[in-house]
């Protein structure tokens, strides 16, 4: 089953609000953190050491919690990349030049303004010099060049698009760079992931390594 483009897109902003919910869990956690060291420093032993403890810890917990659910949401939008649909456009249909050419031929013969008589030749007249033909240049051989894998045009377009940096992309602009279908564009990106030369970070931005 096909998936819409429109939902990868709200997949990866999913993905950035879970990424900026991390680093905001991973700010209080450190303050927590602080603040422990703080009641140590001036009462090790009383009370309000345990109380801090206790809140670090469970901090501490939402900020594994939220990892996970990262990895989660980078798995997820790593396989809808892969069933993304299609767009293919709808062409509308071209007249056949052949046939055309034959209709206006038809036309031609069925005028009679330009039917001619036929003209009687004679003998003599109707010799003429053969033509010395100029020599045939055979065309010189064309060395095809080695096809690029789908997964190798689309390294090249990344490195294009995102210039050494880290940005989201979206599939219509790097097929449209790339030139490759859209539907071919998550296997690609799967393909890059597999082989180390692409990280897919967990707000949806696209990395080169």
Excluded: C, W
């Excluded at 991390?22 to 032993?45: D, I, K, R, V, W």
């Excluded at 801090?52 to 659910?69: C, D, F, G, K, T």
């Excluded at 009679?112 to 051989?141: C, F, H, Y």
């Amino acid at each position: 089953m096909a998936i819409a483009s429109q939902t990868l897109s709200q997949l990866q902003a999913a993905g950035s609000a879970v990424n900026a919910a991390g680093l905001a869990l991973q700010q209080e956690l450190q303050a927590h953190s602080h603040a422990l060291m703080e009641q140590m420093a001036m009462q090790p032993f009383g009370p309000e050491v345990d109380g801090a403890y206790q809140q670090m810890r469970q901090v501490a917990r939402l900020v594994h919690e939220m990892n996970s659910l990262e990895q989660q949401l980078k798995a997820i939008y790593l396989d809808a990349a892969q069933k993304v649909q299609a767009e293919v456009p709808v062409l509308p249909a071209l007249p056949s030049v052949t046939r055309r050419r034959r209709v206006q031929d038809a036309s031609v013969v069925s005028s009679p303004e330009l039917i001619e008589d036929a003209k009687v030749v004679s003998k003599g007249e109707g010799k003429r010099k053969p033509s010395k033909r100029p020599a045939t240049v055979k065309p010189s051989a064309v060395v095809d060049k080695p096809k690029l894998a789908n997964s190798e045009l689309l390294l090249k377009a990344l490195k294009k698009i995102l210039r050494k940096q880290a940005k989201a992309v979206g599939h219509v602009e790097m097929a449209k760079v790339s030139g490759l279908p859209r539907g071919s564009i998550g296997a690609s990106i799967k393909k890059l992931v597999e082989t180390n030369k692409l990280v897919v970070e967990s707000n949806g931005f696209f990395k080169l390594v």
